[in-house]
């Protein structure tokens, strides 16, 4: 028979390494479609211009995508410093960091 206390240690590193798995998997579909979406919005805005439809500023366009993603970024560290502070370290949190990975590279 399996003693109670390595159950009690098991199942919650079990658990999280499976809710790891699923959070990376789904982060990296998400972030797959958010760059397909952003690609075809730049290849449609380029195709417009070049029909001389519109006229686009580019550099204005460089510049304001790189103050969005600075300021996501930021949001980011601002969010998981808070979430550091809150969330204890355990044997789910230590099952679900290999489990994010893993999650992440087979997604």
Not at 18 to 29: E, R
Not at 67 to 77: D, F, R, S
Not at 78 to 95: A, K, Y
């Amino acid at each position: 028979m399996i003693d109670q206390s390595l159950i009690s240690l098991g199942a919650p590193l079990a658990g999280g390494g499976l809710l790891g798995f699923c959070v990376g998997w789904a982060v990296k579909k998400i972030m797959k479609l958010a760059f397909i979406i952003l690609g075809l919005f730049a290849l449609a805005l380029g195709y417009v211009e070049y029909q001389k439809t519109i006229s686009v500023n580019w550099t204005v366009v460089e510049n304001q995508t790189q103050t969005l993603m600075t300021h996501a970024a930021h949001k980011v560290y601002v969010i998981t410093q808070q979430m550091g502070h809150e969330i204890p370290i355990g044997f789910g949190v230590l099952g679900f960091m290999p489990g994010l990975a893993l999650g992440i590279l087979k997604g």
